[in-house]
Nanobody, 124 residues
Framework: HVQLVESGGGSVQAGGSLRLSCSAS????????MAWFRQAPGKEREGVTA????????HYADSVKGRFTISQDNAKNTLYLQMNSLKPEDTAMYYC??????????????????WGQGTQVTVS
């Protein structure tokens, strides 16, 4: 079964940038959606951004539009999240997720059936 491993988290000052990577153990298929979620202490898991149907459609939470960019390299089975102009409120554990059969609601966490272990992002 597909396994996801995130990397690239860390600590950065406000206004800085980070790039997260999510490596999949195998091709997730052309029907899948891949997404980034985040969860801060005491808060619910939040959909940040998603990319579906071979990169044809992307979705962003309003809070990250214009600052974050999702992309994927299908040849490497890798998903990326470029985060610019980071704010303290972006501090959270960031998770990569896959909906192998696609999703009608790509930013809802219960649409996803494969999850990575998470990588911490701290903005001060």
């Amino acid at each position: 079964h597909v396994q996801l491993v995130e990397s690239g988290g860390g600590s950065v000052q406000a206004g800085g940038s980070l790039r997260l990577s999510c490596s999949a153990s195998e091709d997730t298929g052309s029907s899948s959606c891949m997404a980034w979620f985040r969860q801060a202490p005491g808060k619910e898991r939040e959909g940040v951004t998603a990319i579906c149907t071979g990169g044809g459609t992307t979705h962003y939470a309003d809070s990250v539009k214009g600052r974050f960019t999702i992309s994927q390299d299908n040849a490497k089975n890798t998903l990326y999240l470029q985060m610019n102009s980071l704010k303290p409120e972006d501090t959270a554990m960031y998770y990569c997720a896959a909906a192998l059969l696609g999703s009608l609601y790509p930013l809802l966490h219960n649409e996803y059936n494969v999850w990575g272990q998470g990588t911490q992002v701290t903005v001060s």
